[in-house]
């Protein structure tokens, strides 16, 4: 893979004080106004998220996806704040072509048409951080050229140093959840994502443990036309996932089989999961002219855990199953959780048995019943956060952040697609050889084998 000789996406100080002035003042008078109200009794949780979502749903930038993971954290934000972030939409105007020849230009450099047989100038798909287009390779291969917009390491660091300012303003409201880690891992993976580089390694690491697999199908990168900013790789052909939601049950059960396992298998067997479960992350494959599986896309917000943490999510769940309260202990100490009370550990269990409970049932059944895609979990991490006003606070691992928000993701897959499947049974086959060392050996091969640094427990 290739890097830019000319990099025009230099962390800019004017881009960067640019941006830290917009987001700055956007946010912090939406601070200003909810501390007044505040002052004089007239505080509104919804009117505060109204306003909050008003200024970053302004700002089209990576803000907003660092807004939709803090909605699927219990009381990591007011629930009122929760219901409007997630009515945010992480995308972006698309680049205008002119300014999408400028930017492969400063990636590939002068001449860089003759590279391809063809590229479309219209983006197939546009969101937060970049765009996709679509292009024919020299050797006739139909390729998703992935071009991240400019001056966007500039836009995240605003972005994250005003995340500090979100969080400082629920924190004189004394919440239940201690958000200290969190944002330190959303900062981690949200700079991951803007290296390319990084993604092709992931996208090579799921190529290996999906090789040869017949109801996942994963991208090839094409390093030749790849850079840090820019990635290449084969098309998948495939059609919306929300394009089946009203095909016959067998079918809609066959993809989210697929789903199942595609998110699944990798934790259980590697201690990677893919962190953003997006329905546009996701699209179907046809194999003789039939639906067949999924085509997993976006490599950009993926998770390494170290296989002891792995552990701990089996031990929780079948703490949790067996009704084994010391395993369950354990389970919570592996994760990272500390200084853990009985009543608080019980107050845990209430969205550990939300997101286990559907793998706890030995019988076919949805992932949730009366209840719409959007307000999965919404319920639960309300009662949580209740019960935490009064016995917590409690400090939430950072591991924690992106696991519960790809189980959030995939449950509300699952509701669109309406699947009706036996999840404990799936999930007890992927956990079935489940061996500490052995996992060990295997995610360091499979990592060393994509470029990719070992987990740090």
């Known amino acids: 893979m290739s890097d ?12 960067r004080v640019q941006r830290y002035a917009k987001v700055g003042a956007g946010v912090g008078a939406t601070a200003a106004r909810m501390a007044g109200a505040r002052l004089f009794g007239e505080a509104d949780a919804r009117r505060e998220g109204e306003l909050i979502a008003a200024t970053l749903g302004s700002l089209k930038g990576p803000l907003m996806k660092v807004a939709q993971l803090l909605a699927t954290i ?11 972030l997630m009515k945010l939409q992480s995308e972006a105007p698309p680049m205008g072509y002119a300014f999408v020849k400028r930017r492969m230009m400063s990636e590939l450099g002068a001449g860089w048409e003759k590279k391809f047989a063809k590229f479309e100038p219209q983006p197939a798909a546009a969101a937060s951080l970049g765009q996709v287009h679509r292009a024919v390779a020299l050797d006739g291969a139909a390729i998703a050229v992935k071009l991240q917009y400019p001056d966007m390491e500039s836009a995240v660091e605003a972005d994250l140093r005003q995340l500090d300012l979100l969080f400082g303003v629920h924190r004189r409201m004394k919440p239940a959840v201690d958000t ?7 900062g981690a993976r949200v700079r991951e994502e803007l290296d390319y580089t990084r993604e092709a390694r992931h996208t090579a690491l799921y190529g290996g443990i999906f090789q040869g697999d017949g109801d996942v199908r994963v991208p090839v990168i094409r390093p030749e036309l790849s850079t840090r900013r820019l990635l290449a790789m084969n098309w998948l052909e495939g059609e919306k996932l929300l ?24 934790f259980s067997h590697y201690g990677v999961i893919h962190g953003d479960p997006h329905l546009g992350n996701y699209t179907v494959f046809r194999q003789d002219g039939e639906p067949h599986g ?6 950009g917000c993926i998770r390494i855990f170290p296989p002891s943490f792995v552990q701990g999510v089996i031990d929780l769940y079948l703490g949790l199953r067996d009704n084994d309260a010391e395993r369950v202990v354990h389970a919570y100490d592996v994760w990272g959780f ?9 107050i845990l269990n209430i969205w550990a048995r939300f997101i286990y409970g559907p793998l706890l049932e030995d019988r076919v059944r949805p992932i949730a019943e009366g209840v719409s895609p959007g307000e999965y979990g919404r319920k639960e991490a ?17 591991e924690f952040v992106f696991m519960d928000r790809a189980a959030i993701g995939l449950g509300g897959v699952f509701l669109h697609l309406r699947a009706e499947l036996n999840f404990y049974r799936l999930f007890n086959e992927q956990i079935a050889d489940f061996d500490l060392a052995a996992m060990r050996m295997r995610q360091a091969a499979a990592l060393a084998g994509a470029g990719l640094s070992p987990a740090v427990a």
């Open 243 to 266: 394009d089946f939601k009203d095909a016959p049950l067998d079918l809609r059960n066959r993809l989210a089989t697929a789903m199942f396992k595609a998110w699944w298998y990798p």
């Open 4 to 15: 830019s000789s000319n990099d025009g996406e230099k962390n800019r100080l004017s881009s």
């Open 74 to 84: 219990p009381d990591a934000v007011p629930p009122e704040w929760s219901a409007e």
């Open 338 to 346: 500390k200084g853990l009370t009985k009543d608080l550990i019980e």
């Open 180 to 186: 200290t880690d969190v944002a330190k891992e959303i």
């Open 382 to 398: 309300f009662r949580v956060a209740q019960a935490l006003k009064e016995k917590g606070p409690v400090k939430v691992p950072r």
């Open 294 to 299: 999924i085509n997993l896309l976006d490599y």
